[in-house]
């Protein structure tokens, strides 16, 4: 008798306590969309954005953040809404796609009339300092005409900072705003067919 009521007092803790714990909150890189049409005339090509690369401590369900400069903290409240490099290129995307006025066609066949620029994606730094900053790194190989015989290649690369305050949505919200410096930094080096 004494260790059943022992076992039904050790649930009831158990579980008064799974009861107390908050839920994770699960953030995306991908902003609303521009309800706005586009200001620029539709692109003369579509372009197709290879699997983004993350370096590999990033390329985790949680959030990675920095304290000092040799340790890094993964939060289990805070988590990505899928897998990091599929919600940077969602971002990138979208970015594109609207700033452009064109479409991402990956999966899809290609149109007979407008080229494909093949656009391959690696984040090198993504770094994350709660209440401080969020930066990042990338560079990207842009083909064009990607597959005949006049492709074209051309590799850039940029990096950006911004401020971050707010807890994790206000670092999260740093992080969008880095994704949309990036994507407009892709898109003129896409449109100039150079670098920055």
């Known amino acids: ?3 059943t009521a022992a076992v039904n007092t050790a ?12 839920p994770p909150h699960y953030y995306t890189l991908v902003t609303a969309a521009d309800s706005a049409p586009p200001a620029v005339a539709a692109a003369p090509f579509v372009i197709r954005i290879h699997p983004v690369t993350v370096p590999e401590q990033l390329n985790q369900p949680q959030m ?4 000092g400069d040799g340790e890094m903290v993964m939060s289990d409240d805070a988590l990505w809404a899928s897998p990091l490099p599929d919600e940077m290129r969602s971002a990138l995307t979208g970015q594109l796609e609207r700033l452009l006025n064109t479409t991402e066609i990956s999966g899809l066949t290609p149109p007979q009339d407008k080229p494909v620029v093949g ?5 090198q730094r993504f770094d994350a300092w709660p209440e401080k900053r969020a930066s990042i790194a990338v560079t990207w190989r842009l083909s064009f005409a990607a597959g005949s015989a006049e492709e074209q290649l051309l590799t850039c690369r940029t990096q950006h900072q911004q401020t971050a305050r707010g807890g994790d949505a206000g670092l999260v919200s740093a992080q ?6 990036v994507a407009q930094d892709m898109a003129e080096s896409i449109r100039m067919r150079q670098c920055r």
């Open 119 to 123: 656009i391959s994606v690696a984040v």
């Open 64 to 67: 990675v953040t920095r304290k």
């Open 11 to 22: 649930c009831a803790l158990l579980l008064s306590g799974c009861a107390s714990s908050t």
């Open 176 to 181: 969008q705003s880095l994704m949309r410096e």
């Open 1 to 3: 008798m004494k260790l």
